[in-house]
T-cell receptor
Framework: AQSVSQHNHHVILSEAASLELGCNYSYGGTVNLFWYVQYPGQHLQLLLKYFSGDPLVKGIKGFEAEFIKSKFSFNLRKPSVQWSDTAEYFCAVTSLYNNNDMRFGAGTRLTVKP | NAGVTQTPKFQVLKTGQSMTLQCAQDMNHEYMSWYRQDPGMGLRLIHY???????DQGEVPNGYNVSRSTTEDFPLRLLSAAPSQTSVYFC????????????FGPGTRLTVL
């Protein structure tokens, strides 16, 4: 089965700094990739997703992610973070083999200092 | 639309007790799922359903039962709670295909003593 690794457990940035959160998956076949965000006290919500086409995907709130198939990666980026981006970020994957089985990474907690 | 709702928000059980976590959605979504979230482990899929009457196991199904008698409801049953089931439980739904956006409920925080 596929699995997801998020190597950054806790990232602390100052406002206006650039963000890149790493996500690697282990599955050799066709995958669908997602980034979810969980703001303090709120539901998980979808930031962006990739399933085909342009490997550079733009999501809500200025986030983007790039799918690099050769590196099995789907890193999340934002050029300039805000205090309101403080949240936990989860990368997730489903495979073409079983697209009902979504696997999540352990999550990365982002703290943005004002 | 209320989206995905879960009850209760908090629950404390003693080892061996049983209980049902409720999940409902009013978006007519075919796919529903249950996850547990543990520190440092992200979300792990417990069970899922692709429609009324159809359920299947996810990554960590042991100790949990589900059924799907209607499109709207997808309850999760703990038959004999164990401390290892202390976790935050999330229900989610999506219209159908795996590329559809999945919507999550607010979660149920369960403690088993």
């Amino acid at each position: 089965a596929q699995s997801v690794s998020q190597h950054n457990h806790h990232v602390i940035l100052s406002e206006a700094a650039s963000l890149e959160l790493g996500c690697n998956y282990s599955y050799g076949g066709t995958v669908n990739l997602f980034w979810y965000v969980q703001y303090p006290g709120q539901h998980l919500q979808l930031l962006l997703k990739y399933f085909s086409g342009d490997p550079l995907v733009k999501g809500i709130k200025g986030f983007e992610a790039e799918f690099i198939k050769s590196k099995f990666s789907f890193n999340l980026r934002k050029p300039s973070v805000q205090w309101s981006d403080t949240a936990e970020y989860f990368c997730a994957v489903t495979s073409l083999y079983n697209n009902n089985d979504m696997r999540f990474g352990a999550g990365t907690r982002l703290t943005v200092k004002p | 639309n209320a989206g995905v709702t879960q009850t209760p928000k908090f629950q404390v059980l003693k080892t061996g007790q049983s209980m049902t976590l409720q999940c409902a959605q009013d978006m007519n979504h075919e796919y529903m799922s249950w996850y547990r979230q543990d520190p440092g482990m992200g979300l792990r899929l417990i069970h899922y359903s692709v429609g009324a009457g159809i359920t299947d196991q996810g990554e960590v199904p042991n100790g949990y039962n589900v059924s799907r008698s209607t499109t709207e409801d997808f309850p999760l049953r703990l038959l004999s709670a164990a401390p290892s089931q202390t976790s935050v439980y999330f229900c989610a739904s999506r219209p159908g295909g795996s590329t559809d956006t999945q919507y999550f409920g607010p979660g149920t925080r369960l403690t088993v003593l």
